[in-house]
């Protein structure tokens, strides 16, 4: 279902992570309980998470909106296809965007830079997150297209 359609029928249960996101890749939508990570310029912990099976979840990553450093390139959205993460929402930046558009994954950021990031192991994995206005929490449901990213406490379709 599309994020439009979904927020006029389920408005009240609905929460919008209110960024400026950017769709990378040829998948048009995703849906799939939440996996979070915090991190500020350096993706270690991004790439441990995508290297672990993803059931289908959503991997939403916390990166304080820094867009001077990619914390995600087409290495890392390889690993997202491969173990089965239904897409990334990434509060910060991508590499490789052009690889990244020709690969069957959906990956929203909020732009590129060219610049490698961090591998000092900084941030943290679980816990409750605030991105856009909104906080999202291990196993809460995220619903993502084009248009937008959408939170919710449970399964709504």
């Known amino acids: 279902m599309k994020t439009a359609d979904l927020i006029d029928a ?3 249960k609905l929460r919008l992570l209110h960024l400026p996101f950017r769709a990378f890749g040829q ?3 995703f849906a799939g309980q939440a996996q979070t990570v915090k991190c500020f310029e350096d993706n270690t912990l991004i790439r441990a998470q995508l290297e672990q ?3 289908g979840r959503v991997l939403v990553v916390d990166a304080a909106g820094s867009t ?3 914390v ?3 290495i890392l959205a390889d690993l997202a ?3 089965n993460w239904a897409g990334v929402v990434l509060a910060g930046a991508i590499r490789d965007s052009v690889e990244i558009n020709r690969m069957g994954t959906l990956v929203l950021a909020l732009g590129t830079s060219p610049v490698k990031s961090a591998k000092d192991g900084l941030g943290k994995v679980g816990g409750t997150i605030t ?3 909104a906080a999202v929490a291990p196993g809460d449901w995220i619903y993502a297209d084009a248009d937008g990213v959408l939170v919710s406490d449970r399964k709504l379709v």
């Open 81 to 83: 296809i491969v173990n």
């Open 131 to 133: 991105m856009g206005g």
């Open 72 to 74: 995600m390139g087409d």
């Open 10 to 12: 389920h408005a009240d």
């Open 27 to 29: 998948k048009a939508h």
């Open 68 to 70: 001077r450093v990619a």
């Open 53 to 55: 099976p993803g059931d």
